[in-house]
């Protein structure tokens, strides 16, 4: 095994956590701007309902039936 200089090693794992946590940091604040403003009408909640709705499967979206009020199902024929 080779064994290198431990300050650069410490220094490596250093940098590799201080990304980490920016990197973390940065999908935070990006998640959290995005939910705030996906209700908001403008070009902001059409980019991100644009990027959820693929995630949507096409067989969910079509009617297959009706509730009842007693929670009966009435299916479409």
């Known amino acids: 095994k080779r064994k290198g200089d431990i300050q650069l090693r410490n220094e490596a794992r ?4 201080a990304t980490r946590f920016e ?3 940065l999908q ?3 998640l959290t701007k995005q ?3 996906r ?3 403008g070009e902001d ?3 991100f ?3 959820t709705k693929r995630h949507f499967r096409h067989i969910s979206s079509s009617l297959r039936g009706f509730e009842t009020p007693k929670g009966e199902i009435i299916r479409d024929p």
């Open 23 to 25: 990197l973390r940091r």
């Open 35 to 37: 939910v705030k403003e």
């Open 45 to 47: 909640s059409a980019l």
């Open 14 to 17: 250093r940098l590799r956590n």
């Open 49 to 51: 309902w644009n990027k």
């Open 39 to 41: 209700h908001t009408s």
């Open 28 to 30: 935070q604040e990006q």
